[in-house]
């Protein structure tokens, strides 16, 4: 035994076992925090995601900026010392989500309190522009952060903050997509999540019904903590759509990663959190159709449905009109289909264009025809 404990001078005062450790409550071997700026990825992250947000949103230091998101972890104080915005930012929360315990132990979500980011928006919108007392406020940017789940009528939302926009301005939302996560969450975690995350594609059929231009983007930020902070953030429900787990689901999640992934790891943790950036703006043109981009990218238009139109036939414009000849271009087809040869010489110029050129040799379309 002495050999299994290690050496017999100097003699240990006491061994732990790992059985004792199992049973001792995991808040005593996680630090407390008391302050709410420690709900956060560290600096590396909070540049990272300031560069992002001023570069998708094109912020200014002159704009007015109104930022809405949850007080824990919020990034309105980062974003404006960071950005240098010397009219500073307008902080703004989304909510309350009231939970009640169900017989399984789960927390339901049960509704939405406090919606002072839907009240907010609605009051400045129904302003009167010419009310000479109390002008409305006008925003440059508003930036809207893990904060869709708080919503109740998302559309409106979206709406009335537009409206609370100067011309050139624009909404900027940035969410965690149940289906991208990359941040090392325990299994009930990421089901919890999946249950209550609001789906990409709706939040953007949402937005062009509205009328309004979208260009999105997909950014991982790194992320560098120490192994201990990264379970105390976990054990204190941060990020802040973890709020829907209950305490056991927390304390069996945490000790599941201490455990088990994270058990062997060092004490440095690296690894990436990947955001969804949203941009929301104006058309250029009041009758066009709302587009959607990614960042950078080529314009996604949604287009109508295509248009028939028919007219009808004259005797007099009889003579002028040929019936396409279906048998020789069904024969054609398969001659296409069965030879790799060229075959330019079994047509005229006359029909060429009435041929599928889907069925062109791929070796002979860049020959002359």
């Known amino acids: 035994m002495s050999a299994f404990y290690g050496p017999e001078s100097p003699r240990p005062f006491s061994v732990i076992s790992e059985r004792y450790q199992r049973d001792v409550p995991i808040q005593r071997q996680l630090p407390a925090i008391d302050d709410g700026s420690q709900f956060s990825f560290g600096d590396e992250y909070n540049k990272a995601i300031c560069d992002s947000v001023s570069r998708l949103a094109e912020i200014n230091v002159d704009d007015l900026v109104c930022y809405v998101g949850p007080k824990k972890g919020s990034l309105a104080k980062v974003l404006e010392q960071r950005l240098k915005l010397v009219k500073g930012i307008q902080e703004v929360t989304p909510g309350e989500i009231v939970y009640e315990a169900a017989k399984t132990g789960r927390l339901i979500p049960v509704s939405v309190v406090n919606s002072e980011a839907e009240e907010h928006f609605s009051q400045l919108a129904s302003q009167r522009d010419d009310d000479e007392d109390s002008p409305p406020i006008r925003y440059d940017k508003v930036i809207v952060r893990d904060s869709l789940e708080y919503l109740q009528d998302r559309k409106t939302f979206y709406m009335n903050a537009m409206r609370c926009l100067r011309p050139q301005g624009s909404l900027l939302i940035i969410q965690r997509p149940a289906d991208m996560i990359t941040l090392p969450y325990y299994s009930e975690a990421r089901d919890r999540v999946q249950d209550s995350d609001v789906p990409v594609v709706d939040t953007i059929n949402e937005i062009q019904s509205l009328g309004f231009d979208v260009e999105w983007d997909i950014i991982a930020l790194p992320v560098l903590l120490s192994?201990?902070?990264?379970?105390?953030?976990?054990?204190?429900?941060?990020?802040?759509?973890?709020?829907?787990?209950?305490?056991?689901?927390?304390?069996?999640?945490?000790?599941?990663?201490?455990?088990?992934?994270?058990?062997?790891?060092?004490?440095?943790?690296?690894?990436?959190?990947?955001?969804?950036?949203?941009?929301?703006?104006?058309?250029?043109?009041?009758?066009?159709?709302?587009?959607?981009?990614?960042?950078?990218?080529?314009?996604?238009?949604?287009?109508?449905?295509?248009?028939?139109?028919?007219?009808?036939?004259?005797?007099?414009?009889?003579?002028m009109v040929r019936d396409d000849n279906s048998e020789e271009l069904e024969r054609n087809r398969r001659l296409a289909a069965e030879s790799r040869k060229e075959w330019f010489g079994t047509f005229c110029m006359e029909n060429w264009r009435h041929v599928d050129s889907s069925v062109i040799p791929s070796q002979l379309t860049s020959r002359r025809v």
């Open 227 to 319: 192994r201990t902070q990264w379970l105390t953030l976990l054990y204190h429900r941060y990020p802040n759509h973890l709020e829907v787990t209950s305490d056991a689901d927390v304390t069996s999640g945490v000790r599941e990663l201490s455990e088990g992934s994270l058990k062997y790891m060092w004490d440095r943790l690296e690894f990436t959190d990947r955001l969804l950036f949203v941009s929301v703006s104006q058309p250029l043109q009041s009758d066009a159709l709302p587009e959607c981009r990614r960042h950078g990218g080529s314009v996604l238009t949604t287009e109508p449905a295509p248009l028939i139109f028919t007219m009808p036939i004259s005797p007099e414009m009889r003579p």
